[in-house]
């Protein structure tokens, strides 16, 4: 099993910066994707941004709301990722999840889920 745990929401106001974070843990062989998801009050959930290492390197793509204002960055050694907000705006007021996809020590596939992480941003 592999468990996600996000920290680092919280309030902002517009204009701010928060840093999510997502911890890995268990019996972790890769992380070929890493993404990060959101799910507003009312709404969907989807995609902000999302990592996907191959053997030619890795890309990291954003949905167009947020290109520019949002970093997603991972430390391998670490089993963790990152999701630095800056430029915050209250549209980005949502539950934010991190999603790992990967093998685990037994080169079993895994997709696994944070409990989600609330971020809001007033006016």
């Known amino acids: 099993q592999v468990q996600l745990v996000e920290s680092g929401g919280g309030l902002a106001q517009a204009g701010g910066s928060l840093r999510l974070s997502c911890a890995a843990s268990?019996?972790?062989?890769?992380?070929?994707?890493l993404a990060w998801y959101r799910q507003a009050a009312g709404n969907q959930r989807e995609l902000v941004a999302v990592?996907?290492?191959?053997?030619?390197?890795?890309?990291?793509n954003y949905r167009d709301s947020v290109k520019g204002r949002f970093t997603l960055s991972r430390d391998g050694a670490q089993n963790a990722a990152y999701l630095q907000m800056n430029s915050l705006k209250p549209e980005d007021t949502a539950v934010y999840y991190c999603n790992a996809v990967g093998r685990d020590s037994d080169y079993r596939p895994y997709d696994s889920w944070g409990q989600g992480i609330q971020v809001t941003v007033s006016s």
């Open positions: 990592s996907v290492v191959s053997d030619s390197g890795g890309v990291t």
């Open positions: 268990g019996s972790i062989r890769s992380i070929d994707t």
